[in-house]
């Protein structure tokens, strides 16, 4: 059994003034978390990245599905039991500098912690194990203690967020997207230190809309769009072969160093002539319409990016748009479509009816440990 | 040569005294040149940028001057800038999503900041509907509000008005930092293009991300606390930096396909000195694995190949014994 389960997840949003308005953020997203994994899950805004792992943390409510860790479902417990709950799982988010108190040292946040947990211990026993915790996060503690915020660079406040987590011995962080703030010289360290921690035993939920960092750190890999998952499985083999156009498009869109997007663009579409072929070749696990997908994905490609370019044109059934493949059209052809505000939701105001009319793609087996969407 | 910055220097007046964030710099830009000007926080980059266009009330220009398109840009004095800005410089904000006046619709907005530079709205709108068409917005956006918009709307309107009046020099502020991958294309993409129509001569663009500016730029200049470190054209920069500092930052980038099991990247230990009391000699010294006596001195900026400036004494040596080499084999 793994350490935390997330089943069929759905949460939808109620928006306008008499909360007429239903967008789903979350369709029945299921996967799991083992110990010591990290787990990435990549998406671009929107795409309810944030809202899933504000849901573990109990700091929003879901619509539907359960979240089991270490097989209670957490998503029922009382506020009493929150208090142990919390003692396992622990959250840092994006913004370092707008997580502490400016007027207070930035130590404080392990004395909230000491305040909470820990009244017990006596100063001695405390101390031992904060200089435990900066340690484990690579901190010198002479740099963080007694200081204020602004004292301290946005690694060594990130870190020393991590650090308070670590106090309460959790087994699984809700890492979200905590470095997208910090300096690229910075970013590592507090990768490393988290592949650190992996290796102790901590589970990682990272979450990223960046794919190169997911793939640095992460195990495994969820790519979620719209709120459903696309592609998952093993990091390696998602990057390595990746099945569904969507991952295909953010793959080329990555700025890289040493490759330019459009030669990123070429290797797509060369790729994709051969992933139909492919797909055909080792559909062994597969049946024969999901290769037929596949296929057709592949070889209509010019047909859809037009699709896309010209959707604000065409009227479109309700569902999320088309993703571009095949030659990307030139930007200046691209309309913007954000993407929540082209959903249309069918159906009545019920949340039921919202989650039934917005099911969420199949996902099938690829491969051994890499499921991809077939899109309807 | 568009823009020329000769042993520009600014400070900000604090009340521990001046804290210099750019320190004697001199660069040019030519003609349709997309340049990146990269580093840490702190590093000076920005308030290189922001000086080019508009001094804070607490910074101020301690020495050098700044020529565009063979005319002195004044730009200590803030009202003789007026007559400049968004005519012959322009800028992208680093928050572009949230520089919209929220209370006035983009039509209204637009026509009052042409107003402030004395060109009628009616004069340019047809061109400005143009480039809203151009950039894939809807003919209406002129008629809404910017909360009506996404976020990538607003970035690209601020782009549009930005750059209506085909300034000189835009400078374009982290514009792609905290976007997701594929606006973050679509911004850069956008950059390029406006450049090849014209709309803009040349294009300095501010960020902490070099695989962003390895897509766009054309020469890349890398700052070290307000000093430059290093300056060359992009692809020399991402593949033969000469400068430990830009070797350190490119090796701490990820790429795909790079797990930290085959390859685990380093960061660059240490912070950027105060610039307080910056430290005598290389500012980068205590940080450098490379670092020499030699280093104590101040390293000067110089041209080691053609068309690739160094400050950094271990450079200059490497690149001097590579010389020698030459010079004996050639002999040989």
Same mark, same amino acid.
């Given at each position: 059994?793994?350490?935390?389960?997330?089943?069929?997840?759905?949460?939808?949003?109620?928006?306008?003034?008499?909360?007429?308005?239903?967008?789903?953020?979350?369709?029945?997203?299921?996967?799991?978390?083992? $110990?010591?994994?990290?787990?990435?899950?990549?998406?671009?805004?929107?795409?309810?990245?944030?809202?899933?792992?504000?849901?573990?943390?109990?700091?929003?409510?879901?619509?539907?599905?359960?979240?089991?860790?270490?097989?209670?479902?957490?998503?029922?417990?009382?506020?009493?039991?929150?208090?142990? /709950?919390?003692?396992?799982?622990?959250?840092?988010?994006?913004?370092?500098?707008?997580? /502490?108190?400016?007027? /207070?040292?930035?130590?404080?946040?392990?004395?909230?912690?000491?305040?909470?947990?820990?009244?017990?211990?006596?100063?001695?026993?405390?101390?031992?194990? #904060? $200089?435990?915790?900066?340690?484990?996060?690579?901190?010198?503690?002479?740099?963080?203690?007694?200081?204020?915020?602004?004292?301290?660079?946005?690694?060594?406040?990130?870190?020393?967020?991590?650090?308070?987590?670590?106090?309460?011995?959790?087994?699984?962080?809700?890492?979200?997207?905590?470095?997208?703030?910090?300096?690229?010289?910075?970013? #590592?360290?507090?990768?490393?230190?988290?592949?650190?921690?992996?290796?102790?035993?901590?589970?990682?939920?990272?979450?990223?809309?960046?794919?190169?960092?997911?793939?640095?750190?992460?195990?495994?890999?969820?790519i979620l769009r719209y709120g459903a998952v696309v592609e998952m499985g093993d990091t390696e083999k998602v990057f390595g072969h990746p099945q569904h156009p969507y991952t295909r498009h953010l793959l080329t869109a990555v700025p890289q160093l040493h490759r330019r997007w459009q030669a990123a663009d070429a290797e797509r579409n060369a790729a994709d002539g051969l992933g139909a072929g492919g797909a055909k070749g080792s559909g062994a696990g597969m049946t024969g319409a999901q290769v037929?997908?596949?296929?057709?994905?592949?070889?209509?490609?010019?047909?859809?990016? $037009?699709?896309?370019?010209?959707?604000?044109?065409?009227?479109?059934?309700?569902?999320?748009?088309?993703?571009?493949?095949?030659?990307?059209?030139?930007?200046?052809?691209?309309?913007?479509?954000?993407?929540?505000?082209?959903?249309? #939701?069918?159906?009545?105001?019920?949340?039921?009816?919202?989650?039934?009319?917005?099911?969420?793609?199949?996902?099938?087996?690829?491969?051994?440990?890499?499921? #991809?969407?077939?899109?309807? | 040569?568009?823009?020329?910055?000769?042993?520009?220097?600014?400070?900000?007046?604090?009340? !521990?005294?001046?804290?210099?964030?750019?320190?004697?710099?001199?660069?040019?830009?030519?003609?349709?040149?997309?340049?990146?000007?990269?580093?840490?926080?702190?590093?000076?980059?920005?308030?290189?940028?922001?000086?080019?266009?508009?001094?804070? @009330?607490?910074?101020?220009?301690?020495?050098?001057?700044?020529?565009?398109?063979?005319?002195?840009?004044?730009?200590?004095?803030?009202?003789?800038m007026n007559h400049f800005r968004l005519r012959a410089v322009s800028i992208i904000p680093q928050y572009a999503m949230s520089a919209l006046n929220p209370t006035r619709r983009v039509g209204r907005m637009a026509s009052d900041l042409l107003k402030s530079r004395g060109v009628r709205f009616s004069s340019v709108r047809e061109e400005f509907q143009r480039r809203i068409a151009l950039v894939g917005l809807p003919d209406d956006v002129l008629e809404r509000y910017p909360f009506e918009l996404?976020?990538?709307?607003?970035?690209?309107?601020?782009?549009?008005?930005?750059?209506?009046?085909?300034?000189?020099?835009?400078?374009?502020?982290?514009?792609?930092?905290?976007?997701?991958?594929?606006?973050?294309?679509?911004? @850069?993409?956008?950059?390029?293009?406006?450049?090849?129509?014209?709309?803009?001569?040349?294009?300095?663009?501010?960020?902490?991300?070099?695989?962003?500016?390895?897509?766009?730029?054309?020469?890349?200049?890398?700052?070290?606390?307000?000093?430059? *470190?290093?300056? *060359?054209?992009?692809?020399?920069?991402?593949?033969?930096?000469?400068?430990?500092?830009?070797?350190?930052?490119?090796?701490?980038?990820?790429?795909?396909?790079?797990?930290?099991?085959?390859? *685990?990247?380093?960061?660059?230990?240490? !912070?950027?000195?105060?610039?307080?009391?910056?430290?005598?000699?290389? !500012?980068?010294?205590?940080?450098?694995?490379?670092?020499?006596?030699?280093?104590?001195?101040?390293?000067?900026?110089?041209?080691?190949?053609?068309?690739?400036?160094?400050?950094?004494?271990?450079?200059?040596?490497?690149?001097?014994?590579?010389?020698?080499?030459?010079?004996?084999?050639?002999?040989?």
């Open positions: 059994m793994s350490m935390l389960e997330i089943d069929k997840l759905s949460k939808v949003y109620k928006s306008g003034t008499f909360g007429g308005g239903m967008k789903p953020a979350l369709r029945q997203v299921s996967f799991n978390i083992d $110990q010591g994994e990290v787990v990435s899950l990549i998406g671009e805004s929107g795409s309810g990245k944030s809202t899933l792992g504000k849901i573990i943390l109990r700091l929003l409510s879901a619509s539907g599905g359960r979240v089991l860790f270490d097989g209670t479902d957490i998503l029922g417990l009382k506020p009493s039991q929150l208090h142990d /709950y919390y003692r396992n799982v622990q959250g840092v988010f994006q913004d370092p500098f707008s997580s /502490y108190n400016p007027l /207070y040292k930035a130590d404080r946040v392990f004395e909230l912690v000491r305040q909470e947990y820990f009244g017990h211990l006596s100063q001695q026993q405390w101390d031992e194990k #904060v $200089q435990a915790a900066l340690e484990t996060v690579a901190l010198n503690p002479a740099d963080v203690i007694n200081k204020f915020p602004h004292q301290l660079s946005g690694g060594q406040q990130q870190r020393l967020l991590v650090a308070r987590a670590l106090l309460l011995d959790v087994k699984l962080l809700i890492a979200d997207e905590i470095i997208s703030m910090l300096d690229a010289s910075t970013r #590592v360290d507090v990768l490393n230190m988290l592949v650190a921690l992996k290796r102790k035993g901590l589970a990682v939920l990272f979450i990223t809309h960046d794919l190169s960092l997911g793939n640095y750190i992460s195990d495994r890999t969820v037929s997908t596949f296929g057709a994905d592949a070889s209509s490609g010019g047909g859809q990016s $037009q699709r896309y370019s010209k959707s604000g044109l065409h009227p479109r059934k309700a569902g999320p748009p088309p993703v571009p493949t095949g030659p990307r059209p030139s930007l200046m052809e691209l309309e913007d479509q954000p993407w929540r505000s082209r959903f249309r #939701v069918r159906g009545g105001p019920s949340v039921a009816t919202v989650l039934a009319n917005n099911a969420p793609p199949a996902l099938v087996q690829f491969e051994p440990g890499h499921f #991809v969407a077939v899109e309807e | 040569m568009s823009l020329k910055i000769e042993d520009l220097s600014v400070a900000y007046q604090s009340l !521990r005294g001046d804290v210099q964030a750019v320190d004697r710099v001199s660069l040019s830009i030519a003609d349709g040149e997309i340049m990146g000007l990269a580093g840490e926080s702190g590093c000076g980059k920005s308030t290189l940028g922001n000086s080019l266009i508009f001094m804070e @009330g607490r910074m101020k220009v301690t020495g050098g001057t700044v020529e565009l398109d063979g005319r002195p840009l004044p730009i200590s004095d803030s009202r003789a996404s976020g990538g709307m607003r970035q690209r309107v601020t782009m549009v008005i930005s750059t209506l009046l085909n300034p000189s020099l835009l400078i374009a502020d982290e514009v792609t930092s905290a976007l997701d991958v594929s606006t973050q294309r679509a911004v @850069g993409e956008m950059l390029m293009e406006f450049r090849d129509r014209g709309f803009v001569k040349s294009m300095i663009v501010i960020t902490h991300d070099l695989s962003i500016l390895a897509q766009i730029a054309d020469s890349i200049l890398i700052m070290y606390a307000g000093k430059l *470190a290093e300056k *060359a054209g992009a692809a020399t920069i991402i593949e033969h930096p000469l400068h430990p500092y830009t070797q350190r930052l490119l090796a701490s980038l990820p790429e795909v396909g790079v797990r930290y099991e085959d390859a *685990a990247l380093t960061g660059i230990p240490g !912070r950027p000195p105060s610039l307080l009391s910056p430290p005598s000699g290389c !500012r980068f010294r205590d940080r450098c694995p490379f670092a020499f006596e030699k280093c104590a001195e101040d390293p000067p900026f110089i041209e080691l190949r053609p068309g690739h400036h160094v400050a950094c004494w271990k450079a200059e040596e490497e690149v001097a014994s590579e010389g020698a080499l030459q010079v004996q084999e050639a002999a040989r």
